[in-house]
């Protein structure tokens, strides 16, 4: 992912606690094509959502659902739905992992009803699969089967890591003060720009630590957007300027070496624990 570093709207807010030197640490600048997310509105349908599935034989189990953006069934507004029918193993919360015991799962494509003259604001996002019906509209996602329902309602997940204070002896590579743009001067490439909020915009080319280091834990906190190709603010942070730690909008879709959190094209992370863009 070296190739086209261009401006991105990724935004990263880094904390590190660091020990000795070695080497630097780098990010990683975007695609061009993740500039800037379409004009649509994503953000109402995209999330996750936790409730029931009533089963046909009325068993209930915990359902689950992932609904994100994906321009590849529409460029304008389309989506894809991944709805699980949960027996075990949920962790926090709407994390779907290997360890998560489902008794079924669908993927489901849709697009948004447009707003007609008589409901001009309503928004709503209809889904489909072989013989599996859905509806996401506010918070709930409802979607009906021959093999039951799911009665689902939105589910805003946190990490419990965002924001915390850095811990003691740790070296702060960005932050400072609330409403005050932080310095950059942790790292080389004047390029990027700092916000109030204490996280920098990827910029031209890529962006190292003017100290090196070796035998640390880096705490990285990122945000990014709806891509153009389904997977927004593709960057990354370079550990030893070998090992990729890849930030990429991998959402609702199933862990693989280049997803959000994969050591690049080695290693998939071990469940999806991506929060929406």
Request: hydrophobic share 40%; proline share 5%.
């Given at each position: ?24 640490a ?7 094509n ?10 109402l ?18 359902g ?16 894809r ?47 489909a ?45 960005l ?48 945000a ?13 942070f ?40």
């Open positions: 992912m070296r190739s086209n570093p261009r401006l991105s709207r990724t935004t990263f807010a880094i904390m590190a606690v660091l020990f000795s030197l070695l080497a630097a780098s990010l990683q600048a975007a695609d061009a993740d500039a800037a997310p379409p004009k649509l509105t994503a953000e349908f995209t999330g996750e959502y936790v409730g029931t599935f009533i089963a046909a034989d009325g068993n209930t189990l915990l689950v659902a992932k609904v994100y953006f994906d321009p590849k069934v529409d460029p304008t507004g389309g989506f739905a991944v709805v699980y029918a949960v027996k075990s193993g949920l962790l926090n919360g709407a994390v779907i992992s290997e360890k998560t015991e489902c008794e079924s799962s669908t993927l489901l494509t849709g697009t948004m009803r447009p707003p007609t003259a008589k409901e001009p604001n309503r928004r709503q996002l209809r889904l699969s072989d013989k599996v019906i859905g509806v996401v509209e506010g918070d709930k996602c409802l979607i009906w089967s021959e093999g039951g329902k799911f009665d689902l309602t939105r589910y805003r997940r946190k990490s419990a890591t965002l924001g915390a204070a850095s811990p003691a002896g740790a070296v702060v590579l932050g400072g003060k609330a409403g005050k743009a932080p310095s950059l001067g942790a790292w080389t490439n004047d390029k990027w720009k700092a916000f109030d909020d204490g996280s920098m915009m990827v910029g031209d080319g890529n962006n190292y630590t003017v100290r090196k280091f070796k035998n640390f834990r880096l705490h990285a906190e990122f990014v957007v709806h891509g153009k190709g389904g997977g927004g603010g593709n960057s990354g370079y550990l030893l300027d070998r090992y990729e730690v890849q930030v990429y909008d991998s959402f609702g879709r199933e862990p693989r070496t280049g997803s959000c959190a994969a050591i690049y094209k080695t290693f998939a992370p071990s469940a999806n624990a991506c929060l929406p863009p």
